[in-house]
């Protein structure tokens, strides 16, 4: 029953051949006998998880059910939620109850889905690895002793794990995609805008963006209608028409232009990656689409235009947490000025303070304008580069990730490395353009290989149809590691 | 660009982090490494070029100035380090 | 050496919105601690801002009434800084591209008028209190105040001695009430000034050092603050001494500035454009709609009383020197047309000195323009003396009689005695019984002239009219 799609977990519930209590009862078990070896979840709470279960069983009953009524899906503990423990993965907030709901959030209660609970990740999303998390790493479900990537790793591991039907995640680098693709599952950046970032814990505000983690496209598009939407407390928030992101899930791909950057197929990528890759367009050719090379020439600077203005924006961004409203207060200090340094040196983890201080450094007197603006500048370049890609091509496609998951402590005394892991993803983020990464096989180690989809600004209907569509002709997000 | 210990700490006092001699001298190592990463931006003419700060050029949208805000102090404070008489309280502020 | 003092001002005016700049919480003043700070004020993790369409408006409304122009797109800055009444660790501000750019104001010094531009006012969030009773050692924090939004008003260095300063301010201050984007009330903080302050050697170019002086909340610190600040350079650099770049506080008790922090140890901000807010676009249109709304504005009407009405500049500047006084001006005005100047007298004198005694505004006078304007009639048309309206407008101040004037004076029986054939019967009366003083008149001592008008007026009471008395009195002796 764990493996359903999430049509089918609700045609189940719609049929009453199960209640969402029993349903979320199910994984509530599954979760107790399987995460303390996953650590995917940071909190669980099946008092409040059954609450909601039992509420949607009555929307049931009722006749209110909609697409998601009833069905648990897990969520990022980046999103603050209301009487839940929201740590964003740090000592920091270790004792942050939230007194209120991320946008998100609502969205999932008013459709009648079920919290199942908070999962793990990179401390502040800082992290391609789930290792920085103050609540410790997550596994690999294909392999214990591999990362599971980050920084939406415990949600990736839940959903690859089957401890939750789908999850949420965000993506500031590659956050929702690095992960999805090393865990073996489906997961979409949607375009900057359409996700509310409201009550969504911030770490670079220009880059930030919520979204799905699913077995499949068609789950994704399905969870995509609930959690896209305008909402007025978020400035960011795009005022667009309601789509059907499922609406075109079954057109056939003939015709479709496949972009494929060079700087995407060169050094850099592993071999086994290459190889899995080559045999999805290969798969992608079969169903009629053609592949064109284009070229993406600033493409290599996303990672140095990424780690100026990414730390920049958090290095503000985290100053609110100083021990006085809320969140560690450390427990002997001096003065004001001690008490705020203590308690954010003792809050936060090595790599939240290292990227705090790159942003201190770059946004500094002197420093400014050869770091923050240049990289603004590159920005623009780099997107520039994707528009004009996409003239030739309606979609681009590459490598998620240079390799497959790397081992537990492999990279983590390496940050440089470390941060090369999302050397094909930033530049979605900086664009804002969306991108998502579908499983299509395995490398070394039998470790899963994530393809990468990038679409153009408000594509996403047409990339879950691309992504749908391999999915129909193959069977890779079916299998799992359990 | 090289950085120095002395800039380390400048920058860690800067952003209000506590640090010692020694993590210091291990955060200049990653940070060096870092900024040479980042110093590749260097090598693009960017003259002409604007910057970007935003991925959607869309304008700010403004809010009806109406008051929707009831007080929740209590709530609020629940999850406060320390409170009294409705005040957070802190180590004294001098000014 | 003879010094020349350069001040420029900072004013920092919150603006009367229902709601803070940011967030749906009340702006209003005198709640209970941090039963106005939402999520927002409180800056928990997740949320985020929205700009008051509110705030935007009343700039544009000082933007418009400066002449200045209205920059579209102006964009939101991150002042980075960690205090703990700041609870982002950065207030939102304009840095590079301000809301208003430029702008003039012009005061009047002892009769001079003089021009001093504004540099640029930019819309910014207020910071919460931080109150320094003693809690067993520590602070209190309210967040009440945290959100509210500021304009902040900058001027160029143009000012040249306190007393240009305090006018400045004065101007400003009528300004934003005039408009209505602040209430201006000092003592709670709505209007707030800091000055920056340096002298250089009379007739050289070159700005000296500064000092900015903060947080003076009221005209009359803004100038002992500027006097003492510029005496206490004046006197270091005399001593051969130089001025260090610094943050003083003016200490009232003591009347003096002392250092709140230097230069080196002043904060690097880090300024930088919120990734949360998009750039502010104003259309024309909207400048447009704006300008219509905006009331005749305090310089307009202060020219229009002066070629109008013929008042002096002094007293037309003092008519405006708040919308709520000038209107009453015009209402009175308007119920007796042609006596501007009558009327600009009492709504200078008897009118604001009563107010003034009682501590009263404007708004709550007990006396309405058209109850002043129907007192002022009778002077006019010769009913009562000038010296009787004052007794007559005592009791219309104090609620006699319905405020009526005419019953007030019957009652009273201030009525003028102006009927010619009355008047000459007093005067031969006199006459007859002065016959010393007549003679004494005659042979040139002017003086007599006067005495014979006292007795007259004695014998009526005051109640003669004098200037008819005056004539009369004339017709007999020399005629």
């Given at each position: ?5 999430l ?13 969402s209590t029993?349903l979320t009862t199910?994984f509530l078990?599954r979760i107790k006998?399987?995460n303390?070896?996953y650590n995917a979840f940071i909190t669980v709470n099946e008092e409040l998880s059954l609450a909601q279960a039992r509420a949607a069983d009555q929307m ?6 909609g697409?998601l009524t009833g069905i648990p899906i897990a969520q990022k503990d980046i999103f603050c939620t209301k009487g839940w423990l929201t740590t964003c993965g740090s000592k920091m907030l270790s004792n942050f109850v939230s007194p209120y709901d991320a946008g998100v959030i609502e969205r999932f209660n008013q459709a009648g889905a079920v919290n199942i609970g908070k999962t793990n990740m990179d401390e502040f999303a800082m992290?391609?690895?789930n290792?920085?998390s103050f609540y410790g790493?997550v ?11 980050g920084s939406s790793g415990g949600a990736a591991c839940a959903v690859?794990?089957?401890l939750s039907p789908a999850a949420t995640g965000t993506d500031t680098?590659?956050s929702i995609?690095?992960p ?7 997961g979409?950046k949607p375009?900057?805008?359409l996700v509310s970032r409201y009550g969504m814990i911030a770490f670079?505000s220009?880059?930030d963006q919520g979204g799905p983690m699913a ?7 399905l969870l995509l209608n609930i959690m896209t939407g305008f909402d007025p407390r978020d400035?960011?928030s ?79 961004n985290l100053?609110r947490f100083?021990?006085?409203r809320y969140g560690h ?18 809050g ?135 | ?68 805000e009831t007080?929740q102090r209590e709530l609020y404070q629940s999850i406060a380090p ?14 | ?22 967030s ?14 939402s999520v927002i004020d409180l800056a928990l993790p997740g949320v985020l ?227 949360d ?203």
């Open positions: 029953m764990f493996n359903a799609s049509k089918q977990f609700s045609l189940q519930l719609a049929e009453k051949k199960i209640s029993e199910e078990k006998a399987l303390p070896e049931i009953a009722a006749g209110q059910a697409p992290g391609s690895s290792e920085t790493p596994k690999n479900p294909w392999d214990h002793a591999a990362v599971p990537g690859a794990a089957r680098g590659g995609r690095q999805a693709a090393l865990c073996g599952i489906s979409i375009t900057y805008g670079a220009s880059l077995k499949s496209a068609e789950d994704l598009a400035s960011t795009l005022q667009r028409n309601a789509e059907d992101y499922a609406r075109d899930l079954q057109k056939p791909l003939a015709g479709l232009r496949i972009g494929l950057p060079k700087e995407y197929f060169a050094e850099g990528m592993s071999k086994d990656v290459e190889n899995a890759i080559e045999k999805a367009l290969d798969e992608y050719r079969k169903l009629g689409a053609q592949t064109i090379e284009v070229s993406l020439p600033n493409a290599p600077l996303a990672i140095p235009v990424y780690y100026v203005l990414a730390p920049a924006e958090a290095s503000s100053s100083d021990g006085v207060r450390a427990k002997s200090y001096g003065d004001l000025a001690d008490m705020y340094r203590k308690s954010r040196a003792e936060f983890g090595a790599e939240v303070k290292r990227r705090i201080l790159i942003g201190t450094y770059v946004l500094s007197h002197g420093y400014y304008d050869a770091y923050y603006i240049k990289a603004q500048k590159l920005r623009r370049l780099i997107a520039q580069d994707f528009t004009e890609a996409y003239k030739q091509c309606d979609i681009i496609m590459g490598p998620t990730t240079p390799t497959v998951a790397f081992n537990l402590g492999e990279k983590s005394g390496d940050p440089i490395q470390m941060y090369l892991s999302d050397i094909y993803t930033s530049a979605a983020n900086l664009t804002g353009m969306p991108a998502m990464s579908i499983p299509v096989g395995f490398g070394d180690k039998n470790r899963p290989v994530g393809l990468h989809i990038i679409g153009n600004y408000f594509s996403e209907a047409q990339m879950l149809n691309v992504a749908h569509q391999y999915q129909l002709a193959t069977g890779w997000h079916l299998q799992s590691p359990v | 660009m090289t950085l120095s210990v002395s800039d380390v700490k400048r920058i860690a006092d800067l952003a209000y982090i506590e640090i010692d001699e020694d993590e210091a001298k291990e955060t200049l190592i990653q940070l060096s490494g870092i900024f040479n990463l980042i110093e590749t931006m260097q090598a693009v003419d960017t003259s002409a070029v604007e910057p970007m700060s935003h991925a959607q050029s869309v304008t700010q949208r403004l809010r009806e100035d109406a008051v929707t007080d320390q409170v009294e008489a409705g005040l957070y309280l802190v180590p004294q502020v001098i000014e | 050496m003879q010094w020349e003092i350069v001040i420029g001002l900072e004013v920092h005016a919150q603006l009367s919105t229902q709601s803070k700049i940011f749906g919480s009340s702006t209003a003043y005198g709640a209970a601690p941090n039963t106005q700070a801002p929205v700009l008051n369409k509110g705030a935007v408006e009343r700039a544009i409304k000082l933007g418009l009434s400066v002449g200045a122009k209205i920059n579209s797109p102006s964009i939101f800055a991150r002042k980075n800084y960690f205090y703990p009444d700041l609870p982002k660790g950065y207030q939102i501000s304009q840095y590079e591209l301000p809301v208003v750019q430029g702008g003039n104001i012009h005061i009047q010094v002892d009769g001079t008028e003089k021009n001093i531009r504004l540099t640029r006012a930019h819309l910014e969030e207020d910071a919460g209190k931080s109150l320094h009773e003693d809690f067993h050692g520590m602070s209190g924090i309210d967040l009440n105040r945290a959100g509210t939004p500021l304009l902040e008003i900058v001027s160029e260095p143009d000012m040249r001695s306190s007393a240009e300063a305090v006018a400045y301010a004065k101007i400003l201050h009528a300004l934003v009430r005039w408009i209505g984007i602040c209430d201006g009330n000092m003592q709670e903080g709505s209007f707030r000034c800091d000055a920056n302050v340096s002298v250089r050697p009379h007739g050289t170019e070159k700005l000296g050092t500064r000092c900015e002086i903060k947080n003076l909340n009221s005209f009359r610190f803004l100038e002992k603050a500027i006097d003492y600040e510029a005496r206490r350079q004046i006197e270091i650099l005399e001593d051969g001494g130089a001025i260090r770049q610094e943050t003083r506080l003016y200490d009232a008790n003591k009347d003096e500035t002392r250092t709140m922090r230097t230069k080196e140890d002043a904060n690097d901000y880090r300024y930088f454009p919120d990734p807010l998009l750039p502010l676009e104003i259309p024309q249109s909207w400048i447009d709609q704006i300008k219509q709304t905006l009331p005749e504005l305090p310089q307009a009407r202060r020219d229009r009383y002066v070629s109008a009405f013929a008042l002096s500049a002094y007293d037309a500047s003092v008519l405006t020197s708040s919308r709520e006084m000038a209107d009453y001006f015009d209402a009175t005005l308007k119920q007796l047309p042609a006596q501007a100047k009558l009327c600009a007298n009492w709504i200078m004198g008897e009118i604001s000195g009563q107010l003034n005694k009682e501590g009263i505004e404007m708004t709550a006078c007990p006396i309405t323009p058209a109850q002043l304007a129907a007192l002022l009639a009778r002077i006019n048309d010769g009913t009562i003396s000038g010296k009787a309206a004052k007794t007559v407008f005592e009791s219309m101040w104090n609620g006699e009689l319905g405020k009526n004037v005419d019953a007030i004076i019957e009652a009273k029986g201030l009525k003028q005695i102006s009927d010619d054939s009355a008047i000459e019967k007093l005067v031969d009366q006199v006459l007859a019984a002065n016959a010393q003083q007549v003679a004494d008149y005659r042979n040139g001592k002017e003086k007599a002239f006067n005495s014979l008008i006292g007795q007259i007026m004695k014998a009526t009471q005051g109640k003669a009219n004098p200037a008819q008395v005056n004539a009369m009195l004339k017709k007999k002796l020399d005629g």
